[in-house]
């Protein structure tokens, strides 16, 4: 620590502030932001959407737009103010000297040309290299970020390849002349959990090699864990705490930072005795910021007549005689002393466990087949074979990658698309082959679907009551204009939204809002099953904590059963009584949510675990990235479904796994495995996730029940 508080950093960022022109006057976006990142340092810039992380960044990289501007301060790289450099200077360092990986990757790629040509031009245009070099470095690169048959990759358009190819393709691009400072924007959102460990673990490696100093902006704390030496917290534009990962997680010294932390579905939280804790109130906006501390309205522990009477300095909380501490270190609070923040969450218990009832819903050997347009001879196997209960009052859980077949499953069980094959029954009717259209008014009501995206599904110029009350009448559920209208109301109650949003355009709602109508739609007609599509995956943790709590509120109130399909295992483990892991459309895993995530595993399963970024660094993890991306449901291999990925394969004797699909090992009543692997073989399989033995702030990271601790 003391070697690399004496290098001189590659960036400092000094009371920034950046402010937007409107048609109301100069919004300010960031405010007095200062930070450091020294050679070979990797810091974590973290926060809500809306908080200020990407226009810092933009800000670094001079793109602004035309009523963007720094308004005071000065970003200093490498020695050089690039606030105060001509646009031609800044052209010279941008791509060169500093490059940007941004969330969407198509939005830094040309559809129009081939990768290879968009590659060769980085070092073509920064360094003036030849036609010949340029492509020999691409195809170097292409092979250092792990890309199958650089060759081909290079002759390929953009959207021909996978989202995890495009995003290892823009991290080559940015990384081509081997820039000093790699800016990182949410750089793996939109990517499954197994392929963003791999393109984490690919970033750093690189960045080691090459010394490469990382700007990381991410909303998600398990990711900048594991990846970042140090964090910044931002708010309302402005940086509230920072310092070492370890001390800014296992210390933290202000209000938000703890708030954040308990959004979160840590491995010690309880659905039952301490469920998420959502942020109070909502974010404020830019040009309606409350006096004092913009975090006071949502804080805890606000004092009226302090804490709103003047702006609040970042207040230093360690100096260099400090042995092991960062000098950096620091928080914009007032009360850092005298609140107790040792104090883990209070427990609460809210509602009792649900014991599942009647099965409600039954599925055997369902299989959903897909002619492509433009391809009459091949299917797309989207669900093969795929057999599975949901009793009334608990939530199944669906998890696995993209293209797996979980969304479809959804629309085949609400009918938006007819099975191929196999039998689905609910409320005693086969409803396998019947489409929504034909479905009977009480089945339609009583089977209901969150979609991940609440604004596809409303209509942008009808009031949030009139869409609502549309439900109503749709579903049968309705009587004369005032009872609807009091239905709505109720709805809106059960939704925990104001009444008076009734009378709101989708466009004036916040995204967590958007998704709690959703709700109120479903439950329009009493729904007695909720398939839940990625219900919560776009939200901020805070806005995700809401949303999941109403959920399992009004299932435990209504007896609802859930299933719940998503990516996010730590949503899973906390939401969920069962699970079932879907891999290329065949269901590979199923048992209990404490079955599933303690061993024996599935190998996918073990996998998935492994990849999945947990916000506790008491945890510990064995690292198993998978290679190459997950097969053609159009051309899928032959006998087992996940042998081309598989870290076990070469356990099974023979060519079994490439030549018989597995059949479903029971290795505990109702805990099924479809694995060639012995049952020997996986009883002796170790956890992928442990707890270390360090002691940690018991608020930081709440304890492990002891139940919890042998699951892991």
């Known amino acids: 620590m003391n070697e690399q508080q004496n290098v001189a950093p590659i960036l400092a960022i000094e009371n920034l502030s950046i402010s937007f022109d409107t048609r109301r006057g100069a919004i300010p976006a960031v405010m007095d932001f200062s930070a450091e990142l020294r050679p070979g340092e990797t ?104 890309l199958p048959d650089p060759e081909r990759i290079m002759d390929s358009y953009p959207h021909t390849l996978s989202g995890g190819q495009q995003q290892r393709i823009v991290i080559a691009m940015a990384l081509m002349s081997e820039p000093a400072l790699l800016i990182l924007d949410e750089p793996t959102t939109a990517l499954d959990v197994t392929v963003e460990a791999a393109v984490i673990a690919l970033i750093a490696a690189i960045g080691k090699r090459q010394g490469t100093s990382i700007l990381f902006i991410s909303h998600n704390l398990g990711l900048v864990i594991e990846t970042c030496d140090r964090v910044c917290v931002m708010y309302s534009g402005e940086a509230v705490e920072t310092g070492t990962v370890g001390e800014v997680f296992g210390a933290m010294r202000h209000p938000y930072t703890q708030a954040l932390m308990r959004a979160i579905p840590l491995p010690g939280a309880d659905r039952l005795t301490r469920p998420l804790e959502a942020i109070p109130g909502n974010f404020p906006l830019p040009d309606a ?10 804080c805890a522990y606000f004092e009226a007549g302090r804490c709103d009477a003047t702006k609040i300095p970042m207040i230093p909380l360690a100096g260099p ?18 609140i ?87 409320a005693g009717k086969e409803l396998a082959q019947v489409a ?95 398939i839940a599509d990625e219900p919560v995956s776009a939200l901020d943790v805070s806005v995700q904590a809401a949303v999941t709590e109403l959920l399992m509120q009004i299932q435990a109130d209504r007896g609802t059963s859930l299933l719940f399909i998503s990516h996010d295992l730590s949503i899973v483990r906390y939401i969920s009584d069962r699970v079932m892991v879907l891999y290329l459309g065949h269901v590979v895993e199923i048992g209990t949510t404490d079955e599933v995530f303690a061993p024996p595993y599935h190998p996918y399963t073990e996998a998935l675990l492994s990849a ?101």
């Open 43 to 146: 810091l974590g810039l973290v926060g809500e959407s809306g908080c200020g992380k990407s226009t810092v960044a933009l800000g670094i990289m001079g793109d602004l737009g035309r009523n963007g501007a720094v308004t005071a301060g000065s970003i200093r790289f490498d020695g050089r103010d690039l606030t105060a450099l001509r646009p031609g200077e800044l052209r010279r360092i941008r791509g060169r000297e500093i490059a940007m990986v941004y969330q969407e990757p198509m939005s830094s790629l040309n559809p129009a040309l081939r990768v290879g040509r968009q590659l060769m031009e980085v070092p073509m245009v920064h360094e003036g290299t030849s036609r010949a070099e340029a492509r020999a470095r691409a195809l170097r690169m292409l092979h250092d970020v792990q």
């Open 340 to 426: 107790d923040w040792s104090r883990p969450p209070l427990g609460r218990s809210g509602r009792g466990a649900a014991t599942p009832g009647e099965v409600v819903l039954k599925v055997e050997g369902l299989d959903k087949v897909y002619a492509p347009e433009g391809r009459a001879r091949q299917v797309v196997k989207a669900n093969q074979s795929l057999s599975f209960e949901a009793r009334a009052g608990e939530t199944l859980a669906i998890v696995g990658e993209s293209g797996c077949g979980k969304s479809t499953l959804g629309k085949v069980l609400v009918g938006l698309e007819r099975a191929s094959g196999g039998s689905v029954t609910f």
């Open 289 to 298: 910021r409350p006096p004092g501390c913009n975090f006071g309205p949502r």
């Open 321 to 338: 005689e400090e042995a092991g501490t960062d000098p950096r270190r620091a928080a914009r609070c007032l009360r850092i002393d005298e």
């Open 436 to 530: 929504v259209s034909q479905r009977e008014g009480s089945t339609v009501s009583a089977m209901q679907m969150v979609f991940q995206n609440p604004f596809d599904t409303l209509n942008p110029s009808m009031t949030i009551g009139r869409q609502i009350i549309r439900a109503i009448e749709i579903l049968g559920s309705g009587g004369s204009a005032r009872q609807n209208r009091e239905r709505m109301l109720e709805l809106l109650d059960l939704v925990k939204l104001p009444r008076s949003f009734a009378d709101r355009k989708p466009r004036q709602l916040s995204g967590g809002q958007k998704q709690r109508v959703g709700i109120a739609r479903a439950f329009a007609g009493d729904a007695t099953l909720v």
């Open 612 to 712: 999945v970024p947990i916000a506790d660094r008491r945890v510990e993890k064995t690292r198993i990235v998978l290679e190459g991306d997950v097969p053609s449901a159009i051309d899928p291999p032959p006998g087992c479904p996940f042998q081309t990925r598989c870290h076990r394969k070469s356990q099974v004797p023979g060519d079994l796994c490439e030549t018989v699909v597995p059949p479903m090992v029971e290795t505990a009543p109702g805990h099924l495995i479809k694995c060639h692997l012995s049952r020997t073989q996986l009883a002796a399989m170790t956890p992928v996730i442990s707890l270390a033995g360090s002691e940690r702030n018991p608020d930081a990271s709440p304890p492990l029940t002891p139940a919890t601790q042998g699951d892991d």
